[in-house]
């Protein structure tokens, strides 16, 4: 098996999208031959389910995709797009191959009950609606390492730890994938929440800019799930990065900078920083406030704090093998515009 760095074009509608993607040749180890699997991809209406959703259908496979909103909401369409509300129950499966389970509840803030509702008792019912035989992969988060004694790992952690562990309690074959600050074309989540966190042209961030943290291409997450789809019989829980890891003044300067926005960065000390997590989250507690705080203990340690992970057994047990930097990862599809075909 060989990764491919794909830049053939394809047509979408009425659409020539130059795809640049990193792939794996869509073939099954074991067989040698070309296989067109059935595959059942959940949350495709979101930003990493839809991206995987779309790549594999691109790639000839059939897909089922799968999401809370209703098809009329869709910004883009998806192949076979059906609504479904993991958390309310199940959904027969049993005619697909792989199910990729990207569907979560994500937010730096929220209650227990609805984040487990969602991403702990929503995956088992996705595992219990899959046949045994099914290969299952999880897309999971590296936000599960902000497991301190400290009570700053967030709700959303929680719960995804406890949904990596229903999915691995499975009798069929079942890889996570556990990337971490995920960013590319289609981000509806972490580029907009650090656009619009600027007063002005000024960014303030928690710490020093000098630690080190992890991040994932979108396509990197695509790439890996389609190498275990050429391994069917592995089961693990894989960290899934770029290979160059920046520090957070790299990160932040860099992306500003690719899209042509201005920033000046001011760094608070991190003990203010938290101090002032801490008083904010007690008063939206205590005071029962809707929305979220405007800064948590969780994002002062995603900002603040190093946190390097190491895709040494995707390499060694999937053939994974990142192209992308975020320095030179694509931010937007490259989309030429044609006339309807009449």
């Not at 990193?22 to 495709?44: E, K, W």
């Not at 719960?159 to 229903?166: C, H, Q, R, T, V």
């Not at 500003?256 to 201005?262: I, L, T």
Request: charged content about 20%.
């Amino acid at each position: 098996m060989r990764v491919v760095h794909d830049t053939r074009a394809r047509r979408e509608d009425n659409r020539v999208v130059h795809d640049t993607r990193p792939r794996c040749d869509n073939n099954r180890v074991h067989s040698g031959a070309s296989m067109t699997l059935r595959i059942a991809v959940t949350g495709a209406s979101g930003f990493i389910g839809g991206r995987i959703a779309r790549a594999l259908h691109a790639a000839g496979h059939d897909i089922w995709s799968y999401g809370r909103r209703a098809p009329e909401q869709l910004t883009a369409p998806l192949p076979r797009y059906t609504s479904w509300d993991i958390a309310a129950g199940v959904h027969d499966l049993s005619h697909v191959d792989v199910i990729v389970h990207s569907a979560a509840q994500v937010a730096p803030w929220g209650s227990d009950a609805s984040f487990h509702a969602v991403n702990a008792q929503g995956t088992r019912h996705v595992v219990q609606s899959a046949s045994p035989a099914a290969q299952f992969i999880y897309i999971s988060t590296g936000s599960i390492y902000n497991d301190t004694n400290d009570g700053s790992m967030p709700a959303y952690a929680r719960s995804k730890l406890a949904g990596e562990g229903i999915a691995m309690e499975r009798d069929g074959p079942t890889v996570v994938i556990r990337p971490r600050i995920v960013y590319g074309p289609g981000d509806t989540t972490l580029w907009p929440r650090i656009r619009d966190a600027r007063r002005g042209d000024r960014l303030f961030v928690p710490g020093t800019g000098q630690n080190r943290v992890s991040v994932t291409h979108v396509d990197h997450i695509v790439q890996a799930v389609e190498c275990a789809m050429q391994r069917p019989h592995v089961t693990g829980v894989f960290d899934i990065t770029d290979d160059v890891v920046p520090t957070m003044q790299e990160l932040l300067r860099t992306t500003f900078a690719r899209h042509s926005m201005p920033v000046q960065i001011t760094y608070v000390p991190r003990g203010l920083a938290w101090a002032m997590a801490l008083g904010l989250e007690s008063i939206w507690r205590v005071g029962r406030l809707r929305g979220e705080p405007r800064l948590t203990r969780y994002a002062v340690k995603n900002l603040a704090d190093d946190c390097v992970l190491s895709c040494a057994a995707a390499r060694e047990q999937l053939d994974y093998a990142p192209v992308f930097t975020y320095r030179d990862g694509p931010l937007t599809p490259e989309v030429e515009q044609v006339p309807p075909t009449k």
